[in-house]
């Protein structure tokens, strides 16, 4: 079973930076590839950032390009999303997924984390 859990979430102010993490198992972690996901309100879900097809290289929005930032840290199983400048129109809820390399889908999601940013 595939358990994704996202934390770091919050109510920040614009221009100031949050760290979300993503914990998954080892299992999972080194099966899949993972990326990052958000709904703000009144909007569909729209992919944020991510790892490329081979799982080498970073993809990112362009709204969030030079803003956010995708790591990963094997020992700890965890992919983060370090997001700076933080605008109001960030403010959404965060979701961590997870997809076969190779494949374009995302199959697995977390439960999501509220980020609020206040202008």
């Known amino acids: 079973q595939v358990q994704l859990v996202e934390s770091g979430g919050g109510l920040v102010q614009a221009g100031t930076s949050l760290r979300l993490s993503c914990a998954a198992s080892?299992?999972?972690?080194?099966?899949?590839?993972m990326g990052w996901f958000r709904q703000g309100p009144g909007k569909e879900r729209e992919f944020v950032a991510g790892f490329s097809w081979s799982g080498r290289t970073t993809v990112y929005a362009d709204s969030v390009k030079g803003r956010f930032t995708i790591s990963r840290d094997t020992a700890k199983n965890t992919v983060y999303l370090q997001m700076n400048s933080l605008k109001s129109e960030d403010t959404a809820v965060y979701y961590c997924?997870?997809?076969?390399?190779?494949?374009?889908?995302?199959?697995?999601w977390g439960q999501g984390t509220q980020v609020t940013v206040s202008s």
């Open positions: 080892a299992r999972t972690f080194s099966t899949y590839t």
């Open positions: 997924a997870a997809r076969v390399p190779g494949s374009s889908d995302y199959s697995y």
